[in-house]
């Protein structure tokens, strides 16, 4: 074996720029590859960043204004919403595992000292925040089923409210602050890092509260939902619009009498975008590193024929067929391993580098975040370009155990 | 060791079909120093590659020390160079990139023996053929009669049962070709058996029979070595 090895060496070594040129050929197309690969994975990372902290299943519905006539109502008919809504979603439509009204004023002023911050001020159950349950909490607790019982005088400010109101240090769980002129005591900050930090500005009181101050009565504005795990979301949304459509006399095709959103759509488009934008990536990363390994093909072919000769003799020596096909195929899996292995090394490395260079300098670009490449998909490449290089130096090699010694010797 | 019967070889080329080899029969017995003559295009080139189990006859039977070499294999053929057959050859064939010592030690590589083995009895050859002293030369730096001489010892060093050369002094100066004739000779007297092609009456001369080829059939053997005997005095 290291016989073998050495005998391989030699070969390498008296042609060292074209194995040089060769091998680059394979380490360019790993390289690129696991570029493409890592960057395919940082724009995936990135736009699944953006998707925030909303968990993937979630479906919301609200009322709007009738664009149908039907049972003799005309169009432009505003819809309100109820918990009656609620209740009967609850008991008709199976397969909701967690269902919240949300009450809501898109504009209303926070204060706290003299300072002050505009937020979106919601009126929410406590099932609601089980619904944003990716949202992280960096201090206090979340709304909790007393708070709604009692109808606490309690707010979760998100960051963003938070920084405005207090200096940096102040713990602002317990202090007081005053919400659309009523004061309330601060209960817990949460960051919501959806639609860049504008989730964040918002403030959240139990429902129960919402409905004493701001009179809304049983009225709901956005009712959240999502389906028990191995439902289907759109079949449950279809219900869910369904029958609320019949509640409130809506046209069924109707579709901004009552309107939705269905996370899923999204979720489902994106995931589709990048099952296409990955085949593509290997699309390409392949096509490159076939490039690369024709050329290591092509160079034993090369390598045959100016060793025609060589080989000749050796076979008059006593070697056998096989162990010339062994040594050329051992030469062209040596070449495209190492030079494969370079390749992904360095293809690592400047992932790695880049990831660390994005994360140090705390840059925030767009859909694009800690690129990376699954240990999975190393293993595969290494394993691919074993088995590549060996049927790269095949052909050649069969071609050197089919020469015969006096022809080769007769070439000169 | 060597029996030839009726050996035909035919070379064909698309329609038309070559009779290089018309019936030859020959004995070559263990120990005997032979040389095969003939001009270009008796055949005699054929008959060596034959003898050398390089190449396939269409014909006839052929038995190498008691091995019957019909329809082989490739690697079976390997096996039987390898041990029974020691090669030389007009333009020396040494690998360009393996030092003298390297170059005798290969045959004892494709045999499967260790390194050191081979690197000791590929230095007891070298020095048998008087260069011991050029052992790590690059086949460049080595002189026509030095590379013709290193070849000698890689036919050697497997111990063949027949040494094959082929217009071994060929590209050679008429004093080195002396030299090289007298390795063969001691080689001889070691008790090889060795078939020297030539076209060379001076070389053929030296050796104890001759065998003439013309147009691919055995004219004469034999007689000579009275010939010999005279042209050495």
């Not at chain 1, 504005?221 to 019949?246: A, C, T, Y």
């Not at chain 1, 489902?268 to 296409?276: A, Q």
């Not at chain 1, 390409?284 to 093909?297: E, H, P, Y």
């Not at chain 2, 055995?218 to 007689?223: G, I, L, M, P, Y």
């Amino acid at each position: 074996m290291f016989d073998g090895l050495q005998e391989i060496l030699y070969t390498l070594r008296q042609n060292k720029l074209r194995t040089l040129l060769t091998a680059f050929g394979v380490f360019w197309g790993i390289f690129m590859l696991i570029l493409l690969l890592g960057f395919g994975r940082g724009m995936q990372n990135g736009v699944m960043d953006d998707f925030g902290s909303d968990v993937l299943d979630f479906i919301i519905v609200w009322g709007g204004d009738t664009s149908v006539a039907y049972r003799g109502m005309g169009l432009a008919r505003h819809i309100q919403l109820g918990q009656a809504d609620i209740e009967a979603i609850k008991n008709q439509i199976p397969g909701v595992r967690i269902i919240s009204g949300e009450s809501s004023t898109s504009n209303g002023k926070v204060t706290f000292e003299g300072k002050n911050s505009n937020a979106g001020i919601h009126g929410i159950p406590d099932e609601y925040f089980k619904i944003k349950e990716d949202v992280p909490f960096n201090f206090g607790r979340k709304p909790n089923q007393l708070d709604v019982d009692e109808i606490r005088k309690v707010v979760v400010i998100g960051t963003v409210v938070a920084e405005r109101l207090f200096e940096p240090g102040v713990d602002p769980v317990g202090q007081e602050v005053g919400v659309k002129d009523v004061v309330m005591t601060v209960t817990g900050v949460f960051y919501d890092k959806g639609n860049r930090g504008g989730n964040s500005e918002q403030v959240f009181m139990p429902l129960s509260t919402y409905r004493k101050l701001y009179g809304s009565g049983e009225r709901i504005d956005m009712i959240w939902l999502r389906p028990e795990s191995g439902v289907d979301g759109f079949e449950l949304e279809k219900n869910v619009l369904e029958l609320v459509k019949r509640r409130h006399s809506v046209a069924p095709d109707d579709n901004r009498g009552i309107r939705s959103f269905n996370m899923a759509m999204p979720a489902k488009r994106v995931n589709g975008l990048f099952t296409g934008i990955t085949v593509f990536i290997w699309f390409v990363g392949l096509g490159t590193l076939t490039a690369g390994i024709v050329g290591i093909s092509n160079i034993m072919i090369i390598t045959v024929k100016e060793r025609t000769r060589e080989i000749g003799i050796r076979k008059a020596l006593g070697a056998t067929p096989f162990s010339i096909v062994s040594t050329l195929l051992l030469e062209s899996a040596l070449v495209t391993s190492v030079a494969g292995y370079m390749g992904l090394v360095f293809g690592v490395g400047l992932l790695e580098l880049i990831a660390f260079g994005l994360r140090s300098a705390g840059a925030k670009l767009p859909y694009f975040m800690n690129p990376e490449v699954d240990f999975q998909v190393a293993i595969t490449a290494i394993l691919l370009l074993i088995v590549v290089g060996i049927l790269a130096g095949l052909m050649p090699a069969v071609r050197a155990a089919k020469i015969t010694p006096i022809e080769a010797m007769r070439a000169e | 060791m060597i029996r030839l019967s009726d050996i035909h070889k035919y070379y064909r080329s698309g329609e038309q079909s070559l009779h290089v080899l018309k019936g030859i029969d020959l004995h070559i017995q263990e120990g005997e120093l032979v040389s095969i003559m003939g001009s270009s295009g008796s055949g005699k080139s054929t008959l060596l590659n034959i003898l050398g189990v390089l190449d396939s006859y269409d014909q006839g039977s052929y038995a190498l020390a008691g091995h019957s070499v019909t329809n082989l294999r490739e690697t079976q053929a390997a096996h039987l160079r390898n041990k029974f057959l020691g090669f030389v050859f007009q333009s020396f064939n040494l690998l360009p990139f393996k030092n003298a010592a390297e170059n005798v030690a290969l045959p004892l590589y494709y045999q499967g023996v260790g390194r050191k083995e081979r690197n000791y009895r590929a230095e007891q050859y070298l020095e048998m053929v008087g260069l011991s002293d050029r052992k790590h030369f690059m086949p460049n730096q080595l002189s026509g009669g030095q590379k013709q001489r290193v070849a000698i010892a890689r036919a050697l060093v497997c111990k063949p049962k027949v040494i094959l050369a082929d217009e071994p002094t060929g590209a050679l100066d008429s004093r080195t070709t002396q030299e090289i004739m007298s390795l063969f000779k001691e080689v001889h007297r070691l008790g090889n058996t060795i078939i020297i092609v030539t076209h060379e009456p001076d070389v053929a001369n030296q050796t104890h029979r001759q065998i003439y080829l013309k147009d691919g059939r055995v004219t004469t053997a034999d007689q000579v070595h009275l010939q010999h005997e005279a042209v050495a005095i």
